[in-house]
């Protein structure tokens, strides 16, 4: 075959692959070609269907895709799956040869898929997301050179594809004529378990054949036996609620985590890689099928109390219990959600700055913030960046030049009301409740922090004196509670009343609608949080839906103040400058938000928490909850949501700039 | 504090909420009667919060749920959800902050705008401790209370002067009203208000002007 050489080429990382398979995870792995280059190596198996230009979206942005070649081959009659990256090839340099490899589709039989969704937009490119059996899914396969149809035709010719009746964009797979056969078969497939950790690339004995297309079986693959000493699963009869469950599961593909985290295991266990990602190495590796009790013991003895929904499964190991987290969340930031670094210091800084004081790849800068922050001191040189304050292609020069022009156009500002007398301020009822708000306000904001300390504290009165600048600045939006604790780390920080009124504007054109009157932006923002809990929990979901929760009010001064009240000073200062960097997406504060909420949902859901119970609770959280580990989790469930999680917040949700300005996304993140 | 599981021992369960101008000392007179604290620089309520305290009333086991919310008006459309289930209210102002009582009227409108238009409702004066800065005399406070039948009292939430006395004194009121209607209603045959349950108060002008309010 012609292609016979390219492959080999692609895939001459499988040394590798394969010796990892062989080292990590030698007691899974029966099959007897360890070294193992491409499924056409193999005796007998035939090329079906190439494709190349085939594309995952590991982030939001699709500019950082990963393309590979999209392959169908036939082997024993059973027809196979697979996705290759190209080796050293990508849109974005960032991507480690480790991230790339993650996402590798090895050799999938179709016995194991249960359903294709195709999604053929006018706009934007076609892809497919392949569910297997067991509710797992891979990521969307993006067809950049168009041919999902054509994918889809050929895959029936070889194995029995029925649409759904349901959606007319999802082809079942092995599709049986009752609801009984298809949950015994989802249920009882026990190789969907070896696929998902990569292991069954080939069929794991001889006992494979082609009875096992899925349609003539009754159901119950006959590789049961191969595969029950792995001690997976029991025998189960039908239950409708768990059929239910796989249907939820396929519904939103991403929880397709399953399979990557499984894929991503396998490679953690690999140690062939030379330039690896430090995030891979020190995880703690669990092979699949451990995984899946552990999960079953630890909601057992995190909860007690029943579930709504669950009754009889605390022995059964399940990935789709309707309660059970569909993300597996204890796990998912492990695979995702980068350690965090230590703060990024002075020098490190500078080598970001070309001679004359430009910020040469912003984006690389705000990928180190995100990633660790900033040690102190320089936050005050940062900060202004992140805020917007300052462009990051500005000199050094012309910085100082619009700080000296900055400062003077303050003084004017703050000239406006400084000039009101006792005489007009008597007939000036707006600007007497604006001063006696704010007044009221600075004398009760961190005063127990050293900065703001003591009686006829300076600071204290910056502070006054600049939200009050700021309602004539900003007249139209006043001065609304909750801002002050918004300047408080910012004056601190910036220890300059001009430049941190400076910078405090900047921050208040992206959320300003936090506070405006008819409470939209705040409203925006939980509706999309609830979105998102529905994308990434929705057990969660559902079980707000059914206790009336579902305006989320409880995580209103989350949101209101971005959690400046649930940290303590110097955390809060972190996450802000994470928050800020807006480098996975704008609207990490959300994904915070579900972080926090998944971190607590069997405490909520078992002692069956109902509105009052859960906002005290959540007030109560204060102070309780570790930083780190939640910046880690929000950004693994960011990248898990991908484009789904981007596309549950409507545009313009703040802290988007508003959209009359025509910015919904960052400049750095358009598709090209 | 017995977690967060509602299943304490109690009779009933009564939510007030406090409200009124920022800074009149709301969430200290709440932390006053719930943890016998005070705190001068305690920071402004974001959103909304509450706390628990059980106390006896002629017998009854009450569990008081006290709900606290932000001052100002930007935030009331969002705190307004809160106001459900409300079954008695303290209306707070600062006796050293006139505008603060001249708002009384606005919060009492938007008050009877969101509860059972029965609710038991106190006027509270706060920070009566600072009688050298007094703007608001007792005697305006209390015949603006009288006017619109509201029970009154000037509150210390720093000294804890007459805090204990004005919550249980619209408990009381709540649970008079209450057990009364259990009665009544018992007569009429429609069985009583099951023990434990949260209570709405309806229709109930006439019991409350009976009951007489307040202790002047």
Redo the contacts between chains.
């Keep these: 075959m012609s292609m016979e050489s390219s492959e080999l080429h692609d895939l001459s990382d499988d040394a590798d692959y394969a010796a990892s398979q062989q080292q990590g995870s030698a007691s899974m792995m029966r099959c007897d070609s360890e070294k193992r280059s491409s499924s056409s190596d193999h005796d007998g198996a035939e090329l079906i269907y190439l494709k190349d230009n085939v594309a995952i979206h590991p982030t939001q942005f699709a500019s950082e895709r990963i393309s590979g070649r999209l392959k169908l081959t036939k082997q024993d009659s059973l027809l196979f799956l697979s996705w290759i990256p190209y080796k050293g090839q990508t849109s974005n340099a960032k991507l480690s040869e480790k991230d790339r490899s993650l996402y590798t589709i090895t050799a999938v039989p179709f016995t194991e898929v249960r359903s294709i969704r195709r999604h053929t937009p006018a706009l934007g490119w076609q892809y497919v997301i392949v569910v297997l059996s067991s509710g797992l899914a891979f990521p969307p396969l993006y067809f950049y050179n168009g041919g999902v149809r054509e994918f889809l035709a050929i895959v029936k010719q070889h194995v029995f594809l029925a649409r759904s009746a349901e959606d007319a964009n999802v082809f079942i797979v092995n599709d049986f004529q009752s609801p009984l056969q298809r949950t015994l078969s989802s249920l009882e497939l026990p190789s969907t378990l070896p696929v998902a950790s990569g292991q069954s690339i080939y069929p794991l004995d001889g006992g494979s054949s082609s009875e096992n297309q899925g349609r003539t079986s009754a159901g119950v693959d006959n590789r049961v036996s191969s595969v029950s000493r792995y001690g997976l699963r029991k025998q189960k009869s039908h239950d409708p609620a768990r059929d239910l469950s796989i249907h939820l599961l396929e519904k939103f593909s991403l929880v397709t985590k399953f399979a990557r985290e499984t894929t991503t295991q396998l490679f953690s266990e690999n140690n062939g890689f030379g330039s690896v990602d430090k995030r891979w190495n020190n995880q703690p590796v669990h092979s699949y099928p451990e995984k899946l009790s552990n999960i079953a013991e630890e909601k057992y003895h995190e909860s007690p109390h029943s579930y709504p929904v669950d009754e009889h499964d605390e022995e059964i190991p399940n990935v789709v219990d309707v309660p059970a987290d569909p993300l597996e969340f204890n796990k998912l930031s492990l695979v995702w959600g980068k350690p965090r670094q230590p703060p990024m210091g002075s020098k490190e800084f500078t080598a970001f700055l070309d001679y004359e004081g430009r910020v040469v790849e912003s984006k690389a800068l705000r990928e180190r913030v995100f990633y660790g922050g900033i040690e102190h001191l320089l936050r005050k040189e940062v900060w202004p960046f992140l805020l917007g304050y300052h462009a990051y292609d500005s000199t050094y020069a012309e910085r100082e030049y619009l700080r000296s022009v900055k400062q003077m156009e303050y003084a004017t500002l703050k000239q406006q009301w400084q000039s009101i007398s006792p005489e007009q301020a008597k007939r000036f009822t707006k600007y007497r ?1 604006r001063k ?2 704010i007044d ?2 600075v ?3 961190d ?2 922090f050293e900065y703001y300390e003591g009686d006829d504290n300076l600071n204290v009165n910056s502070m006054r004196d600049i939200l009050l600048t700021y309602s004539f600045y900003n007249f139209d939006l006043g001065y ?3 801002m ?2 918004y300047l408080s780390p910012i004056l601190f920080v910036m220890e300059d009343e001009s430049e941190a009124f400076w910078c405090f504007v900047a921050l208040m054109e992206r959320l300003g609608p936090n ?1 405006n ?3 939209n932006g ?1 409203h925006t923002q939980l509706f999309a949080l609830s979105k998102l809990v529905e994308l990434l929990d929705s057990p969660l979901h559902e079980y707000f839906k059914q206790n009336d929760c579902l ?1 989320y ?1 409880f995580c ?2 989350w949101i ?2 971005q959690f400046k ?1 649930e940290f303590e000073y110097e955390k809060t200062m972190q996450l802000w400058e994470v928050l800020w960097t807006q480098y996975l997406t704008e609207h990490l504060h959300l994904y915070v938000c579900v972080a926090i909420l998944k971190r607590y949902r069997s405490k909520i859901m078992g ?1 069956q ?2 509105f ?2 859960l ?3 959540i ?1 109560e959280l204060s102070g309780q909850i570790d930083l780190d580990s939640t910046i880690r989790d929000a950004e693994a469930l960011c990248i898990c949501a991908g484009e789904n999680g981007a596309a549950s917040i409507p545009p313009g949700t703040p802290p988007s700039l508003p959209l009359d300005e025509g910015i919904l996304y960052p400049q750095d993140d358009d598709v090209l | 504090m017995a977690g ?3 299943e304490d021992d109690y009779d009933y369960l009564f939510k007030v909420v406090l409200i009124g101008d ?2 009149v000392g709301k969430s200290n007179l709440l932390s006053r009667f719930t943890k016998n604290e005070f705190n001068l ?4 309520t ?5 706390a628990t305290r059980t106390l006896a009333v002629e017998g009854k086991v009450i569990k008081a ?1 006290i709900w606290d919310t ?3 008006e ?2 009331r ?2 705190t307004s ?2 106001y459900r289930g409300a079954v008695g209210a303290l209306l707070v102002y600062d006796v050293t ?1 006139r ?1 603060t009582f001249e708002n009384v009227d606005r919060w009492l409108k938007e008050l009877k705008n969101h509860t059972e238009p029965n609710i038991v409702v106190m006027l509270v004066g706060n920070k009566s401790d600072l009688r050298h800065l007094l703007a608001v005399p007792t005697e305006d406070g209390k015949s603006y209370a009288e006017q619109e039948s509201l029970c009154f009292m000037e509150t210390s939430a720093l000294e804890a002067t007459n805090v204990e006395d004005a919550f249980a004194e619209v408990l009381t009121q709540i649970y008079r009203i209450t057990s009364k209607k259990q009665v009544e209603a018992g007569e009429d045959g429609n069985g009583s208000v099951p023990k434990g349950e949260k209570i709405e108060v309806k229709n109930d002008v006439s019991a409350l002007k009976k009951l007489g309010c307040c202790s002047n």
């Design positions: 409740e006696g708000l009221k306000d004398v009760r904001t005063r127990s609304c509670q909750g002050s604790d506070f009157r008819d409470q705040m305006n009010f209103f001064r209101l103040i009240r002692e928490m109902d009052d119970t906002l005290k609770f007030n | 967060y599981r509602v920022s800074g620089e305690s920071k402004s974001i959103g909304v919060e509450f749920q932000a001052g100002q930007r935030y459309a969002i959800a809160y902050r505008a």
